[in-house]
T-cell receptor, first 112, second 109 residues
């Protein structure tokens, strides 16, 4: 059981570039989510999904896009990277809403 | 939305000391978790504890849901306990975990 796997671990982008952060889980969890963590702060929710084909916005969705075509995968797309998107990104999954969440190891993204 | 406050924000302990970290939340919750973020940035699940008391080795946690707080106890602290401890809650119809800003713990020799 790999749990929640995020790739890449580190990424540097130029302003205006696009990229996809990958997230996969092998626990057959229905609920998946993306958070960002900025220095000195807790994590803030970007987007979430309660099951395949269903996604919704969190607190800070602007500049990000998601889709959920399978139960296992929940990629996060940055459409046109900006320096304000420099952050550490975490993907999480849980059996369903209001159950224990498990986090991936994070992706450290720098936009220059 | 639900507010989460953690105290103290910073804590320095000598190895072997005990400590209590507190998490207050502003509304009823269906989910409360404690995490340890280690110096490498990994978020490690410590407890899933929407109510009651749990223990795992030197760590234990208590959530008093009716009074809207949770406590994390660390006994006989070790240098490997250093890092940031986060409390996160999920409440009402919200489909998200709301995180506190954490308690930064440093354990020294």
């Amino acid at each position: 059981n790999a749990g929640v796997t995020q790739t890449p671990k580190f990424q540097v982008l130029k302003t205006g570039q696009s990229m996809t952060l990958q997230c996969a889980q092998d626990m057959n969890h229905e609920y998946m989510s993306w958070y960002r963590q900025d220095p000195g702060m807790g994590l803030r929710l970007i987007h979430y999904s309660v099951g395949a084909g269903i996604t919704d916005q969190g607190e800070v969705p602007n500049g990000y896009n998601v889709s959920r075509s399978t139960t296992e995968d929940f990629p996060l797309r940055l459409l046109s990277a900006a320096p304000s998107q420099t952050s550490v990104y975490f993907c999480a999954s849980s059996v369903q809403v209001n159950t224990e969440a498990f986090f991936g190891q994070g992706t450290r993204l720098t936009v220059v | 939305g639900i507010q989460v406050e953690q105290s103290p924000p910073d804590l320095i302990l000598q190895e072997g000391a005990n400590s209590t970290l507190r998490c207050n939340f502003s509304d009823s919750v269906n989910n409360l978790q404690w995490f340890h973020q280690n110096p490498w940035g990994q978020l490690i699940n410590l407890f899933y504890i929407p109510s009651g008391t749990k223990q795992n080795g030197r760590l234990s946690a208590t959530t008093v849901a009716t009074e809207r707080y949770s406590l994390l106890y660390i006994s006989s602290s070790q240098t490997t306990d250093s890092g940031v401890y986060f409390c996160a809650v999920e409440g009402g119809t919200a489909s998200k975990l709301t995180f506190g800003t954490g308690t930064r713990l440093q354990v020294t020799l």
